[in-house]
């Protein structure tokens, strides 16, 4: 594994409300579409350029465009169907030294973006 050229770039973002990193490419030869920890699961997820089609329940909409409401409840709801969708492939990794090991293999600027400060919070 020693011929992995770093093709990405490690970041500051904020999820929700908790400060975290994500990893974006820089070269079109870059394997992964982006990356980015999840702080509340302590995982890193990786999304790879090589797609799948799943299938998932969407909400349902008339010729308008808009969202199909189920009739006779209380609550608002709206109708759902199930659509094929294609989606990247996704990797987790949740071991503290996997995740260091990835940065520092697919990574430019692994040695001056301090990624630990996000690893090691509560």
Do not use: W
Not at 69 to 79: C, D, G, L, Q, S
């Amino acid at each position: 594994m020693s011929d992995i050229k770093p093709t990405m770039l490690l970041s500051s973002i904020k999820l929700g409300e908790a400060n975290s990193f994500q990893l974006i490419p820089l070269t079109k030869d870059c394997p992964f579409v982006e990356a980015l920890y999840v702080p509340q699961d302590k995982a890193l997820v990786i999304l790879n350029k090589e797609k799948k089609v799943k299938y998932h329940f969407v909400p349902k909409l008339d010729d308008a465009g808009l969202e199909v409401p189920i009739r006779n409840t209380r609550e608002a709801k709206v109708k759902q169907q199930r659509d094929k969708i294609e989606m990247y492939h996704e990797h987790y990794l949740f071991d503290k030294s996997e995740i260091e090991e990835f940065i520092k293999r697919i990574c430019v600027n692994e040695k001056t973006f301090d990624y630990n400060i996000y690893l090691n919070a509560e």
